[in-house]
C-alpha cells in the first residue's frame, strides 16, 4: 500500500492498526510490549520506504498509552478511537503529552442517532449536541490554543448508518450493543451516521440528512 499510494496528492499520513489493543483476532492485550515494537518495526520500514510522510497508530482510547511512549519512538502521532461523551476527551490531550510528548489525533469519534424513550428528532438533537462537544474539544486543544496544543483532528464516525452492523442485517437494530457515555446509556452501532436511510425502503440511495451534519457544515463552512 505505501509503495502504491505513498505518491497520491491526498496521502496525509499512514496509520497501523484499529484498536488492536482490546485484543480482537489478536494477543496485543495481553502482549502490548509485544504488539507496539512491532508497530514500531512496521513504521520504520514505512519511513525508509516513504520518508516524506508521518506514521500513526490507531489505538482503543488511552490503554496502553505507557507502552506506547516507550516502545515506539519512530511512530510520529498518538492516534486513537475515542468515545467519552458531550463533553469531549477530558485529559486525554495532557496524558497524550505527558506519556509521549507527540501530538494527538481522534481517529474515530461519534454518537448514535437513536436514544430509547427518545423521538427521532430529540435523539438527532442529542447526537449533534455530543458531536458539537467533541469537536469543539478537538479544536480547542489544537496548536495555538488554551488547551494541551498536542490535537491534530479528528474523523467523525460516521458518514452513514450501517444497518449489517448489529444483528439482523436487513433491519434497523434500535438493541444496544454494550454499555457506554452515550445518550440513554447504550452504543447503537447502526444508528452512528450523520446521515440516515429513512425506513430503509429507497436504501441505497436516500440520504438522510441529520442535525449533526448541519452542526458541522455550519462550523466547517
Known amino acids: 500500500m505505501v509503495l502504491e499510494f505513498k505518491d497520491e496528492p491526498y496521502i496525509l499520513f499512514w496509520l497501523l492498526g484499529n484498536e488492536n489493543v482490546y485484543g480482537f483476532a489478536c494477543n496485543a492485550n495481553k502482549e502490548p510490549d509485544a504488539f507496539f515494537k512491532f508497530a514500531n518495526e512496521v513504521a520504520r ?8 510522510h508521518p506514521v500513526a497508530i490507531c489505538s482503543g482510547d488511552i490503554l496502553f498509552l505507557d507502552k506506547f511512549g516507550k516502545d515506539c519512538p519512530d511512530i510520529d502521532i498518538f492516534g486513537t478511537n475515542a468515545y467519552r461523551g458531550e463533553y469531549g476527551f477530558g485529559f486525554l490531550w495532557r496524558q497524550v503529552k ?3 510528548d507527540k501530538p494527538a489525533f481522534i481517529a474515530e469519534f461519534g454518537c448514535p442517532a437513536y436514544a ?16 458539537r462537544g467533541s469537536w469543539d474539544d478537538i479544536e480547542g486543544n489544537m496548536a495555538f490554543g488554551e488547551g494541551a496544543g498536542n490535537s491534530l483532528g479528528g474523523v467523525v464516525f460516521e458518514w452513514l448508518d ?5 444483528y439482523e442485517p436487513s ?3 434500535a ?3 454494550f454499555t457506554g457515555p452515550f445518550p440513554d446509556g447504550f452504543m447503537h452501532e447502526e ?9 430503509g425502503k429507497l436504501s441505497p440511495y436516500l440520504r438522510h440528512l441529520r442535525q449533526s ?9
Request: glycine share 8%.
Open 45 to 52: 520500514h514505512i519511513k525508509q520506504i516513504d520518508p516524506e
Open 98 to 100: 505527558q506519556e509521549t
Open 116 to 131: 430509547e424513550g427518545k423521538t427521532s428528532d430529540e435523539a438527532e438533537k442529542l447526537q449533534a449536541d455530543y458531536h
Open 162 to 166: 450501517e444497518w449489517w452492523k448489529a
Open 171 to 173: 433491519i434497523h437494530d
Open 175 to 177: 438493541k444496544g450493543l
Open 191 to 199: 444508528w452512528l451516521g450523520v446521515c440516515g436511510q429513512g425506513d
Open 213 to 221: 451534519y448541519f452542526m458541522y457544515k455550519k462550523k466547517w463552512r
